[in-house]
């Protein structure tokens, strides 16, 4: 008799978490971007809201929150309420890599974050100074062989992809270059375009109205097969670097402990965004592939992205530069 009773309790529990799943939004909905304004997740996050907010009935307002390679912002989203009302949309770096960079990070995102949908990807484009004075893969590589340490390049941080990227092109082609983080990829092409850094592998919507104006020279996409956006560069591997594939993605993720009724949702919306053909459009222009994955497919991604790049990193000896 003790258990019949309790099963009228766990009817009403389950109810109240329907009924609670059902109701939400009830308030807007926050996108935490660990970046700045301006920053490719940033644009992302922007056009996506446009049809999100409709599509969920509220208001979803993107909230910037830069610091520590996206850390911070990430870690936040980790310790907020699992209400269904603060989500994260992030990248690589701290949803991935920076576990085995940082051996302190505040947040584990296998245990700390639910993944929600893997929303798209873009391959970077390596690209050089005008005062290279090269024209090719070819070119900018045999310019680094020739001067060990004399050249730089620039990234949205350590542990970044665009960081990451380098290291290998530097480990398969053995060559060298010293790094420069920068906080946001805005700030690593101006400092291209000064001459401050002389190259850098970074996003196409950072890199390709400045290749486009003539004040620096794109070069190639760090993707395994000629991006269908920017055709008329080659990749990595066609210009002679071997087992080359640097890209960089974009994931929603939700507190732990958030409702799956919720989750579940939330990713099915921004499916249905991310198919939307004037929302393709606007994210293509940007050089966005929109992507929309279930929470199962993102969390297995995640894993293999761990596999590919641990050894990377830790074979280089990468260290996080505050």
């Known amino acids: 008799m003790k258990y019949l009773r309790l099963i009228p309790c766990a009817w009403i529990a389950l109810s109240c978490l329907a009924a609670s799943a059902q109701e939400w939004p009830a308030r807007p909905v926050r996108i935490v971007v ?27 307002i993107v909230e910037n929150k830069p610091g520590a390679g996206g850390n911070s912002g990430t870690d936040l989203v980790a310790k907020a309420a699992p209400d269904g009302h603060t989500f ?43 005062s290279m004075g090269v024209d090719s893969v070819k070119g900018w590589l045999e310019a680094l062989r020739r001067n060990p340490g004399k050249y730089n390049f620039a990234s949205t941080g350590s542990g970044s992809i665009a960081h990451l990227g380098v290291e290998l092109i530097k480990a398969r082609t053995n060559s060298f270059a010293v790094h420069i ?20 592998c970074l996003p196409p919507v ?35 670097i071997p087992d ?51 929470p199962q497919d993102l969390a297995k991604f995640m894993n293999e992205e761990l596999a590919r790049w641990k050894p990377v990193i830790e074979r280089a000896g990468l260290k996080p530069e505050n």
């Not at 920068?182 to 401050?196: E, H, L, N, P, R």
């Open 181 to 200: 983080p920068y906080a946001s990829s805005g700030q690593a092409v101006t400092a291209i375009i000064a001459g401050d850094v002389h190259f850098a």
């Open 206 to 240: 950072a890199i390709m109205p400045q290749a486009k104006a003539g004040r620096l020279k794109a070069l190639a996409v760090t993707s395994a097969e000629r991006f269908d956006l920017l055709p008329e560069l080659p990749t990595l591997r066609e210009s002679g």
């Open 34 to 60: 660990p970046f700045g304004a301006g920053s490719s997740p940033d644009i992302l996050a922007r056009v996506v809201n446009d049809k999100l907010a409709g599509r969920l009935g509220k208001a979803v």
């Open 88 to 130: 994260l949309l992030s990248v690589n770096a701290p949803l991935v890599y920076n576990t085995v960079l940082y051996k302190n990070l505040p947040y584990d995102p296998f245990r700390d974050l639910v993944p929600v949908s893997l929303a798209a990807t873009t391959p970077n484009v390596c690209a050089v100074s005008n």
């Open 244 to 294: 080359i594939q640097a890209v960089p993605w974009f994931a929603y993720m939700a507190p732990k402990d958030t409702p799956p009724e919720i989750v579940q949702r939330m990713s099915r919306e921004i499916a249905a965004v991310l198919q939307d053909p004037e929302t393709r459009q606007r994210l293509q222009t940007a050089y966005f592939s929109p992507v929309g994955s279930t």
